[in-house]
């Protein structure tokens, strides 16, 4: 289910797009503001009461809007530049004129995947299609649109069988069109293609240059609070980011430490033993009243008096016992000229993920540290979207023999929407997640 935060954040982004796209239908200033309200409290409601059927929530507000905006078009005889803000740009209006000679179907398509730059995905759940019908829209209105800009006609692919979706995200490039290899091979050997290719790469990057007609401050300030206001009533709250874990596990006492008092009493137990072994009586109290501790309490071994030849040739024994301390020393001191090779350990450090940075502007590197993962294992990982679909961004790394890894994602996010995204780690059995915050 949606949260507040997650629709607010789309709401805020989107606003005045949604307000222009409502202006272009033919909605006077008042009734387009009174349409962008009401259908994002609608998004709201659905998002709370009915959440399987908002699935794209962009889409689903655009849509929305389109429907209430129809029933109130025809208040603005100054469409399509915007009541007179795009009045004074020749340009702009020139672009508005061949937009809005074009069925409101095209334009709607046009609209909002060349000038607002919404996923395929968006644009079909706003046009009432999947994403591959949505570009097949988006590529004959592109085609159908050159014309009544620039005049002359549209390149032709009568009798040619061809995808013209796949044509369309050919012109658009980047990861979007990378899926495209066999159609692009075709259109590197097929004049008629190519041209088809070029002419929707020109339509789109004129259509990006539109003006957005955007909210007045005051309007857009009071509807978003009133809508903020409504989401949270009825949607919950985003959960808290989890805490960041330390590099290393805590520790009572140092290494360092530790290995200084197994030295010292090594030390002491040595010396102890060599006054005994030259006569010199040490008592179990004299050892007890130490001022160093040992680390492990060294045993006291009593042996029987030992026989030794007195002056006149007969046996004498010996005026006291000898008292050995055998301290134990399970390890060598290492000397100073060797050198320790670590020894490959099973990670027992707990599942986790690490960001860094944790948050900057989309299409941002991010370099991602795992910790606790199986050895040898191949972990993949995915940048999600802002509302939990594929940006398709991904990596994946190979597991050490510590349990981790470090590789680079991508923080891309093909709405480029603010706030916190999922990255989720993967390798088969273990699955974890983090979140990045987009700063727009």
Known sequence: MLTADEVLAAVRVHADRVHDAVRRLGCGPDAAVEVVEHSAIDLVDAAAGEPLAVGDPVGWWFARARALGRSLAGGDDDLPVGGGVLGGDANQVRLAEALESRPERERAALLLRDSYDLPA???????????????????????????????????????????????????????????????????????????????????????????????????????????????????????????????????????????????????????????????????????????????????????????????????????????????????????????????????TEPLALELNPSSGPNDSDITVNGRGWTPGATVTLQYLERFRQSSGSTASAIVDERGRFTTTLTAHDGQDLPGPHDVVADDGTQRAQTTFTATG
């Open 121 to 347: 995905g968006a644009v079909g759940t706003a046009l009432g299609l999947d994403a591959a019908h949505a570009m097949e829209v988006v590529g004959a209105a592109r085609l159908a649109f050159l014309p009544a800009l620039l005049g002359g006609t549209a390149p032709s692919l009568t009798d040619h069988v061809v995808d013209l979706g796949a044509l369309a995200r050919l012109a658009e490039g980047g990861q979007f069109a990378a899926r495209d290899a066999t159609t692009r091979r075709h259109v590197q050997s097929c004049d008629r293609c190519a041209a088809v290719v070029d002419a929707q790469e020109r339509a789109r990057r004129l259509l990006s240059g539109l003006t957005v007609v955007a909210l007045p401050d005051a309007e857009r300030e009071a509807l978003l609070a009133r809508v903020e206001g409504r989401a949270r009533a009825v949607l919950p709250e985003a959960e808290p980011e989890p805490e960041e874990w330390d590099d290393e596990p805590h520790r009572r006492y140092s290494l360092s430490l530790m290995a200084l008092g197994v030295v010292l009493a090594g030390g002491l137990g040595l010396g102890v033993g060599l006054l005994v072994s030259r006569g010199s009586p040490v008592s179990a109290v004299a050892v007890t009243a130490s001022p160093l501790p040992l680390v492990t309490a060294a045993p006291v071994f009593s042996l029987p008096p030992i026989a030794t030849a007195g002056a006149s040739g007969s046996p004498a024994l010996s005026p006291s016992p000898r008292v050995f301390l055998i301290t134990p020393s399970p390890t060598a001191a290492p000397s100073a000229s060797a050198t320790a090779s670590p020894t490959p350990t099973v990670s």
